[in-house]
């Protein structure tokens, strides 16, 4: 199983900005779809962006609506690890952000987290008014 660990959350006004990052061990990176969720008190776990791995060196990008054009999922292979570039921080933003990976997974499943095999601890992410 992939362990993993992320990195960078914290107190932000809305309108800034942060980046949070996730390192992954126990596995072929290169070769891991991974994920970034989110999860606000009393609310499910909801799916924020995705960087799939379509075979060789080759990845596709997908967002939530909600996160579209403000976030950026970005991956650096030579470094095991995942980022998560959020600007334009809104106060509906707030939530723990949590990793995942999968070792296979398909465009039509990208959303649930049922999709991904390991999950980080989670990092807060407050954003005030």
């Known amino acids: 199983q992939v362990h993993l660990v992320e990195s960078g959350g914290g107190l932000v006004q809305a309108g800034g900005s942060l980046r949070l990052s996730c390192i992954a061990s126990?596995?072929?990176?290169?070769?891991?779809?991974m994920g970034w969720f989110r999860q606000s008190p009393g609310k499910e776990r909801e799916f924020a962006a995705t960087?799939?791995?379509?075979?060789?060196?080759?990845?596709?990008?997908d967002y939530a609506d909600s996160v579209k054009g403000r976030f950026t999922i970005s991956r650096d292979n030579a470094k095991n690890t995942l980022y998560l570039q959020m600007n334009m921080l809104k106060p509906e933003d707030t939530a723990v952000y949590y990793c995942?990976?999968?070792?296979?997974?398909?465009?039509?499943?990208?959303?649930?987290?049922?999709?991904?095999?390991?999950w980080g601890q989670g990092t807060q992410v407050t954003v005030s008014s």
């Open positions: 126990g596995g072929t990176f290169s070769s891991l779809s």
């Open positions: 960087i799939r791995w379509t075979g060789g060196r080759t990845y596709s990008v």
């Open positions: 995942a990976a999968a070792r296979g997974l398909l465009s039509a499943t990208i959303r649930y987290t049922a999709s991904y095999d390991s």
